[in-house]
DNA sequence: CATGAATGAGGCTTCATTCAT
DNA sequence: GATGAATGAAGCCTCATTCAT
């Protein structure tokens, strides 16, 4: 698939520039969306010509893959932060979605989401990556549920499995409800999000 | 705005090929997204030249917003559905959900909400029609929910309001989790989302 | 070259119809110039659909022919006045100076005029239609210095080329003035122009 | 209003990468005129890539406006001409007509100036350009009026500006006169135009 | 390693012209 | 005679990608 393995002299230098594409192509993705930011556009705020970034992704695809690694491990980080925490878990999330909706109230990270998802529908190895996200994301979700600290944890796995999805919609779909609906705020939304995690996390 | 009414002799003729167009395009910026279907393609797929596209559409972007108009029309007649329907509304809507998740399970059509939502995340006019269109659908939620045949009817509106909010995310979220997760079944997700559906439509 | 003769039953209502598309036509090249008019706007302003122009010309570029042909025949009546009109030779012209600058400052028959000047440069037909108009006019003219009424009427034919070749620089000149300099009034112009027209009509 | 200032790291390969595109350009126009003349034959003339050309233009209005401002610059150093020149204005300007007849008969010249003035009668940009170039032509042309070497430096200053106007309309005029009647030679003009010049360069 | 000049395919749109009715 | 729906070539412009330096 890839002829040229691109091997550089100072892996910690193309590291460093790497991650200078990855920083600079998310702040323009989400500003713009992935089809209208330009290549020209990522390399001023990279600070790098337009010509070297190709020294170090193939193509501007191969941004937005490298974009969505990225995110998959903060996304870990962030479950991480979950199974480290103590208590019971339906209180974890219930506090966790404070933040949570906060962060996902967010416009911008709306904008990118919608792109990564949007490619995904046509772009295979896009939707590879997000797909693999997404269940390992499951899967620390349902570690989470069968931890100690849950309340379900007897629960059968499928009936696991379901809260997880339709949890994990509600999620998705809080992001994308600021679209349509940007006035919605943290609060209205917690309002009715709490008794609902209640219902998924209890037997 | 525009100076050219083009006003058509025969207007049955006129809204026929008006709907070929559109659901060509349907077609298209599904299969390839907003930006990567080409007007050739449309015009190949409506079986019509791409010139004579522009006597019945001012701009590619004029086609999104008739789709997106295709299809709030589309979403009214489910809610008079409901509104028609008999019975409790708990139960008109877990029933309702039935069908509901099939359809928004479809991955063709998960993909060109998609690309809507994407278009709409830059495309202010799209974003408008479609915050209009879903404004529309909360009004419709609620004055269902304040009907007879709710148990939730006396409720302050602003908790109808969250209520709806998360509702409609969960319903959104669905429609994405198909492209993340396409071996997830209709039952799996009915399974957890009934008792979400109570907990959101009783007191 | 024209295989289609194109015969009318009705030769008076053909007449009739042509000249609708020539006036309007003419309306619109002078709003609009000749590119940018297309056969929609005149056939709307023709009061006639766009396909039945093309029962009377062979193509747009036809129309404006005709209209060259038309104009021609509208320079010729200016003449045969000035050839019907008593008096001095000079004092008619001076006289016809005042009328004919004000009808060459004209914004938008200048335009009409750059635009068929403009396509003779590189459309022979309109070229040569314009020349022989313009041939005409010249040998109108000369007709004029050499009767009776001339002060100049024994001066050698190649002097009345030259001043006559002279004369009409200034007139097409003045045509073309209005569109860099539109604040230029007729009585400013009359000042200069009338002592050159002296010097160009007495020995 | 240009969000691209698309600044060249070496200016004097883009000086002459514009002024290829000028010049080509230029040929083109003047073989076909503005609108015949395709981006792609421009590229061409150009040895150019059709893309290229829009990193020193912003489109293709802004080459015929540079050209507008070529000609503004050449037009001021004929002028600088006549004022570094020694002698009787009369005479410098009969000498002066001597090569300007021949310039302005320049069949090709004429083409283009007819195409520029041409699109001035709709492109209020061009009209602007083309008429400030004009303004400041009069201007030089009332400053060497005005000089000690002129016999009319003490006419009036609306007496002035109405032979600057009539002088100017007869070189328009002569340029375009190329079109209608090509075998005019510059003799024959010179010798109605030399007293015409007389009459307005003295009292 | 780094640049940015250069390419060229492909995008949307317009419009003179044709033709079935 | 008359219509206007339909065509399709051509137009201007954008942008990911390559390559000489």
Redesign the pocket.
């Known amino acids: 698939m890839s002829d040229k393995p691109k091997r ?3 892996p910690q ?2 590291e460093a ?1 790497r991650a200078q594409v990855i920083n600079a192509a998310s702040d323009c993705f989400r500003r713009k969306g992935y ?6 556009e990522i390399s001023k705020t990279a ?6 970034i ?2 170090y992704f193939d ?3 191969a941004i937005i893959e490298a974009i969505i690694e990225r995110d998959k491990e903060e996304m870990f980080s962030v479950f991480n932060g979950f199974l480290e925490q103590p208590g019971d878990l339906l209180q974890i999330m219930v506090d966790g979605a404070d933040d949570g909706v906060e962060k996902h109230l967010d416009l911008e990270r709306s904008a990118l989401e919608l792109e990564m998802l949007s490619e995904a529908a046509r772009n295979e190895k896009v939707a590879a990556l997000l797909a693999q996200s997404d269940t390992q994301a499951r899967a620390l979700m349902k570690q989470l549920m069968q931890s100690e600290r849950s309340q379900i944890r007897h629960l059968p796995e499928h009936e696991l499995d379901a809260r997880i999805a339709v949890m994990f919609s509600m999620i998705t779909g809080l992001t994308m409800r600021r679209v349509l609906h940007p006035e919605l705020d943290k609060d209205t939304i917690l309002l009715a999000l709490n008794p609902v995690l209640k219902t998924l996390l209890t037997p």
């Not at 089809?35 to 020209?40: F, Y």
């Not at 600070?47 to 070297?52: F, I, N």
């Open positions: 550089h002299l100072d230098l193309a520039r089809h209208a930011a330009g290549m020209a600070g790098m010509s337009a010509g070297h190709y020294n193509s501007k695809e």
